[in-house]
């Protein structure tokens, strides 16, 4: 059994930044690939970016070059710069299976087994 806790949402004004953070507890040791996902109301769940367990990397394309995924002792990082309005979503991460490469990001949530419960980012203009 995997427990994901998310934390470090609330609110920013356009151009600011926040840091989230997940807390992973439990058969870890199972845990191959994390993943950083949002959803807003009405829309369909969003892959943003992944981080498997040597610490290779991929990116959506609207967060590449401002959000960046790394991992901190036990705790699973989201490093969000000059965010945007459309970035206002509750934010979950997640632990599975890393998506394959050419793999579309709509089609990530799939391979994710394990789920934290989100937390909050509203970016108002």
């Known amino acids: 059994q995997v427990q994901l806790v998310e934390s470090g949402g609330g609110s920013m004004q356009s151009g600011g930044s926040l840091r989230l953070s997940c807390a992973a507890s439990g058969n870890t040791y199972r845990l191959n690939c994390m993943a950083w996902f949002r959803q807003a109301p009405g829309k369909e769940r969003e892959g943003l970016a992944t981080?498997?367990?040597?610490?290779s990397t991929t990116y959506e394309d609207s967060v590449k070059g401002r959000f960046t995924i790394s991992r901190d002792n036990a705790a699973m990082i989201l490093q969000m710069n000059s965010l945007k309005p459309e970035d206002t979503a509750t934010y979950y991460c997640?632990?599975?299976?890393?998506?394959?490469?050419?793999?579309?990001?709509?089609?990530?949530?799939?391979?994710?087994?394990?789920w934290g419960q989100g937390t909050q980012v509203t970016v108002s203009s």
């Open positions: 997640a632990a599975g299976s890393c998506p394959p490469s050419g793999m579309l990001p709509h089609l990530w949530h799939h391979l994710f087994r394990f």
């Open positions: 981080i498997n367990n040597i610490g």
